[in-house]
């Protein structure tokens, strides 16, 4: 089944959803659905696995973060050989699943749904599943700690299918903003209409959207889909690859306006994780000329995706097929078969022999559990670079002035793309979204907000014994100082305020890695057994990409299995 390029599935507003990106961003334009709907699951047999974690209360949860908990997975993959010997070396299969699925987040879920018939296994080195598409509940407002909308696909699509299957095409709503951006001087609305700037930004910004526009429709070049790189828009596609966004741009519209430049460069920041001047101008024009199709969000955000797959399989697959708290540390590949071996919540080693490996892990975990990995996959992975990303969300008594899903702030504008460690630190949350924008009115609000760390060395930062208690430290100095008063809120409505800390979950889309060809290698299976469905394969950090991957490989990994099955029946 061929993957849908990003053009494809926003060519037509349907009453599906897919695609989940990894960040908020601020374009959109759409009216609203006329009816919500309620969280997804809230009786769900999946409690102590969900993706949304309801177990919290509605009292403050304590000094601490959500999201990623590396300390475990360091221990173990970073001393693979004294934890073996420790218990004793690699113990033979106690059991056989044609297919196990290495990493529960978005792109193993996924995974394994389309391969339900082949009964996998999914293991999940976390406690939940949903790897950075998980969510939290409050008051009954489920929302996102990772991802936080998506975008409506076109009618019939693969995506689309999906989304009715997992019963989730009505339980969106339309976004209805344009643009609502925050400076130091005041609000700005409808910001990409031009209406409200000088005259020169205005035309600049103009011609902007109508080139980005044309993109989107494909009026000017093929639409820039890094799943479609094998076809004939490859050639257009590594030509934009090979320069970064800010020069591509800067051809096409001139020396950017500081309000323009400031919008762009935090988008690239809360997006990708990386200044304008890092990502590639295909990587780029595919996130921004995407903005202006219909946007929509889930109660949630796309943890309610994970949740509803998280659900389906655990209906549909054998018991105990879904297991968290299973950290994988090796796998090879022996004849005919492949060998999976991970250490379970009782710290045992437990070895599972397949017919088949999908590797929706991180790239730099394949490198090290693969055992016999090839030098130009170990090259290939060496050129991909992580970044980290903070989601808080505070818990607010009553409701906010703004109507708008999405608040994009930008402060004096010093955001130019010179120094983005000091210019990100600076401006510290650069958007603030809605969480319960789709569940309608309570009483009660959840604002969640987005801290990029668009640099190298963050990700320790965020690491040492302290990082907690400076990073609330400075999300409250902005909430009481610059948020709360934009939304209409005072600082006594603060009930709490929960942060996710994600270390490396994004790849950053540099330019130059599809033109050099580093993306095919990291796309190639190994040794026929072992294939790789995650969205750092192109790399692109959206959750259509890690949909599309699925999609892509799930029919080759099928036929890899029964030809395999065919094998032994004749043996």
């Known amino acids: 089944m061929a993957t849908l390029s990003r053009r494809e599935l926003l060519s037509l507003i349907s009453k599906t959803s897919c695609a989940v990106y990894a960040s908020p961003m601020i374009f959109g334009g759409c009216s609203p659905l006329t009816q919500l709907f309620p969280a997804l699951g809230s009786h769900s047999v999946l409690s102590s696995l969900s993706p949304i974690d309801r177990s919290l ?3 403050p949860v304590g000094a601490e973060f959500f999201g990623d908990t590396p300390s475990k997975a360091h ?3 970073w001393n693979k050989a004294r934890v073996l010997d420790e218990r004793g070396g690699m113990p033979k299969p106690s059991e056989y699943r044609p297919i196990v699925v290495v990493g529960g987040g978005m792109s193993g879920l996924t995974s394994a749904y389309l391969l339900r018939d082949q009964a996998p296994i999914v293991l999940e080195q976390a406690s939940r599943l949903g790897g950075n598409s998980k969510g939290q509940s409050w008051r009954g407002i489920d929302y996102s700690i990772g991802a936080a909308y998506f975008c409506v696909p076109e009618a019939n699509s693969p995506t689309a299918r999906l989304f009715q299957e997992l019963g989730l095409s009505s339980r969106h709503r339309l976004t209805d903003d344009a643009g609502l951006v925050a400076t130091k001087s005041g609000l700005i609305r409808d910001f990409w209409s031009g209406a409200n700037l000088e005259e020169a930004e205005a035309k600049q910004v103009k011609r902007l959207v109508r080139y980005l526009k044309d993109i989107l429709e494909g009026k000017t070049l093929p639409f820039p889909d890094p799943s479609r790189i094998d076809s004939s828009a490859r050639k257009s596609f590594e030509f934009l690859d090979k320069s970064s966004l800010r020069r591509h741009l800067e051809r096409v519209v001139g020396p950017l306006s500081p309000t323009l430049g400031a919008i762009l460069e935090q988008y690239c920041w809360s997006s990708f994780a990386a200044s304008a001047s890092e990502i590639s101008a295909a990587s780029g024009l595919n996130f921004l000329a995407a903005e202006f199709g219909p946007i929509a969000t889930f109660p949630g955000g796309n943890s309610a995706v994970a949740e509803a797959l998280c659900e389906q399989l655990h209906a549909q697959l054998p018991p105990s097929s879904l297991r968290a708290n299973a950290t994988v540390i090796d796998v090879r590949v022996q004849g005919d078969t492949a060998l999976v071996s991970y250490i379970d919540s009782d710290g045992q080693i437990v070895t599972i022999e397949t017919s088949s490996v999908v590797m929706s892990c991180p790239k730099f975990v394949v490198a090290k559990i693969l055992n016999d990995i090839e030098p130009s996959r170990v090259s290939a992975i060496q050129e991909l670079e992580y970044r980290a990303y903070i989601v808080a969300n505070v818990l607010l008594k009553g409701t906010s002035s703004i109507s708008a899903y999405d608040l994009y702030l930008i402060g004096d504008k010093e955001a130019r793309g010179i120094n983005p460690q000091q210019e990100s630190a600076a401006r510290g949350v650069t958007d603030v979204v809605k969480a319960d924008y789709a569940q309608g009115a309570s009483g009660f609000s959840v604002l969640t907000l987005y801290r990029a ?15 907690y208690q ?16 934009l939304c209409g809120f005072t600082p006594d409505a603060i009930q709490d305020l929960r942060i996710a800390r994600w270390g490396h979950p994004i790849a950053v889309s540099r330019a130059g ?34 949909l599309g991957e699925a999609f892509f490989w799930s029919d080759q990994i099928r036929a890899r299995v029964a030809n395999s099955h065919t094998i032994k029946h004749a043996k």
């Not at 190298?456 to 302290?466: C, E, Y």
């Not at 990073?471 to 008063?485: A, C, F, H, N």
């Open 57 to 59: 209360g509605d009292g």
């Open 75 to 77: 221990s173990l993959l």
């Open 453 to 467: 760390y668009p640099y190298r060395g963050a990700r320790a930062q965020l690491l040492h014994d302290g990082a």
């Open 470 to 485: 400076s990073v609330r430290t400075e999300m409250m100095d902005q909430l009481s100082g610059e948020i709360l008063p």
């Open 513 to 546: 890695l599809v033109s050099k060809g580093v993306s095919d290698i990291l796309r190639k299976p190994f040794r026929d057994r072992v294939f790789f469905v995650e969205q750092d394969n192109l790399p692109l950090p959206a959750i259509e990409t890690a």
